[in-house]
Structure formats: structure tokens, C-alpha cells
Nanobody, 123 residues
Framework: QLHLVESGGGLVHPGGSLTLACIAS????????IGWFPQVPGKEREGVSC???????NYADSVKDRFTISRDNAKNTVYLQMNNLKPEDTAVYYC?????????????????WGQGTQVTGSS
């Protein structure tokens, strides 16, 4: 069974950067597309980025040109490089496995959710 664990969250000032990691175990990550989903209390998770098994990426408009998703299959890890962070990026960030298409990134299509990592933007 695919098991995902997120890491790399923390406190960052506006304009700062963080790199999140989603580490997989149980299966080789090569076969899976992975997405990233921030969630704030009281709101639904939203998909902000995903990467297909062959490396095609997709981004929500809110993070395009600021976030970069990548994968290192040898390390069974998908990364989310977050630059120019804004206070509204504050959320618990989850990774999950599911289809990475060319349009939206609906959380309902994803599974094998990790436990999340907290990203807090602070001024």
C-alpha cells in the first residue's frame, strides 16, 4: 500500500521560500502522479500543483510562477519549491496520489493522503 509522508513546513516571512517534500514508501513512486493540497481550518482542501509519473506538471493560477513541483524517483520523493510566499499561503499542506491532468486538480480524485505539514507565513 502506498504511504506518503510530508515534511519541510515551517514559519516563513512574506517573500521567503520553503521546500516541501513528499516521501513515498510501499511502492515505487515512478508509477504515481502526486499532487499538493493546502488546507486552512474551515475550508476544503484545494489542489495547487501536481506532477505526472513522467514529469508533466500543472499549477493553480494562485501559485503559478511562484511554486515549482519536481520529482526524484530515485529518492521516492516529490518536492514543492515555494517562493515569494504570501500570508495567504498559510495552510497545512498535504500530498496525495491521483491523476494529474491539464486542467483542475480536484482533491476528490486523490488518495493515499499524508498527515500534512504546516506552512505559516508571518509578518
Amino acid at each position: 500500500q502506498l504511504h506518503l509522508v510530508e515534511s519541510g513546513g515551517g514559519l516563513v516571512h512574506p517573500g521567503g521560500s520553503l521546500t516541501l517534500a513528499c516521501i513515498a514508501s510501499g511502492f515505487r513512486l515512478d508509477y504515481y502522479a502526486i499532487g499538493w493540497f493546502p488546507q486552512v481550518p474551515g475550508k476544503e482542501r484545494e489542489g495547487v500543483s501536481c506532477i505526472s509519473s513522467w514529469g508533466r506538471s500543472n499549477y493553480a493560477d494562485s501559485v503559478k510562477d511562484r511554486f515549482t513541483i519536481s520529482r526524484d524517483n530515485a529518492k521516492n520523493t516529490v518536492y514543492l519549491q515555494m517562493n515569494n510566499l504570501k500570508p495567504e499561503d498559510t495552510a497545512v499542506y498535504y500530498c496525495a496520489s491521483g491523476p494529474c491532468g491539464v486542467k483542475g486538480i480536484p482533491p476528490t480524485d486523490f488518495g493515499a493522503w499524508g498527515q500534512g505539514t504546516q506552512v505559516t507565513g508571518s509578518s
